[in-house]
């Protein structure tokens, strides 16, 4: 091969070879700088079962997704007081995106402002605040669970006798909207006398302080609707104490691992079940909508269903994604 061929060729491979690097280099710019969107997932516990299962889901959307998602909640209490400085710190490290589960529908209005303010989109999950800031809202219907929770316990008690609630405080847009789809049913029922509502601050030892004092008070008591679950472990609790599980009907909001063996145990004859992997899965997906401008189309609230768990069906494996898990 002649001196002159070769250096035409190795031109003509070094001018490919350019080329195909500068074809190449945009992609590769791309993917190294390729943004990772970050969100927050602030629960109302962030050990609670719920919640929990809530986060599963997030991360598995996430995780297909590309995002980074950091979950933070305070792990003892469903409270404002303690929700708010986590609120306030996630703020001040600006992400892409905040999802919250609001401890009350009204304190939680000004900083959930404030994270709109600062330019990053809030989507609220499970509960929501009494303003119009957030992108949407994904949450069960409460108030249909509470109306199935109201007919569970009338067929429960054979229509007849007296009946009570405990929940958690007012102000809580999920266990407030129960209580109206309860109280709304129990009208229905001319023979239910309702012995009203007990509150009960999210603590177990108090709404087992409170059914304890139900039982002595209503010797008749007939049943009980337990409107979340911290609620229902204290109710089922004090039955159990009293020796009037199974006697006294107990229908609870719900479906953690606890509650789950009462059912089975026939302590429990039903659990209103949320489906709070899917409102974790949907939140994200949602979140990343809009932070990549496809937002047309959002609308303010998404719902997610419901199941009446019972001894006869809670081995239906379609029913399987209303149970929680840790």
Not at 91 to 100: F, K, M, S, V, Y
Request: aromatic share 8%.
């Amino acid at each position: 091969m002649s001196r002159r061929i070769w250096h035409i060729m190795s031109g003509v491979v070094v001018a490919s070879l350019l080329a195909f690097s500068v074809a190449a280099l945009p992609h590769q710019l791309g993917r190294a700088h390729a943004k990772q969107f970050t969100f927050y997932l602030i629960p109302g516990i962030s050990t609670d079962a719920f919640y929990a299962t809530m986060h599963k889901g997030a991360q598995a959307a996430a995780n297909r997704l590309g995002a980074k998602l950091i979950f933070q909640g305070d792990p003892n209490n469903f409270s404002a007081p303690t929700q708010i400085p986590i609120l306030n710190a996630a703020i001040a490290r600006h992400p892409d995106a905040i999802l919250i589960a609001p401890t009350d529908k009204t304190a939680l209005i000004a900083p959930i402002r404030n994270a709109v303010n600062a330019g990053i989109p809030v989507i609220t999950v499970d509960t929501f605040i009494n303003a119009n800031l957030a992108v949407t809202n994904v949450s069960s219907d409460n108030v249909l669970g509470g109306v199935t929770a109201g007919k569970a316990l009338a067929r429960a008690v054979r229509f007849k006798g007296t009946v009570a609630a405990i929940s958690v405080q007012p102000g809580i847009s999920t266990t407030d909207q129960r209580k109206q789809g309860f109280e709304q049913q129990l009208k229905q029922y001319p023979k239910i006398t309702y012995a009203g509502i007990q509150y009960c601050n999210d603590k177990p030892t108090i709404a087992a302080n409170e059914t304890s004092a139900l039982l002595a008070r209503y010797s008749n008591l007939a049943g009980i609707f337990a409107m979340n679950t911290n609620s229902g472990l204290g109710v089922t609790k004090a039955a159990q104490t009293a020796r009037r599980a199974g006697q006294v009907k107990l229908v609870e909001f719900d479906a953690e691992p606890i509650q789950v063996q009462a059912l089975r145990q026939g302590q429990i004859v039903a659990l209103v079940a949320q489906d709070p992997y899917s409102i974790g899965s949907m939140g994200v997906n949602l979140a990343y909508k809009w932070v990549t401008g496809k937002r047309a189309g959002i609308r303010k609230h998404y719902g997610t269903g419901e199941a009446i768990l019972t001894r006869a069906n809670i081995n239906n494996p379609a029913l399987k994604r209303f149970i929680y898990t840790k």
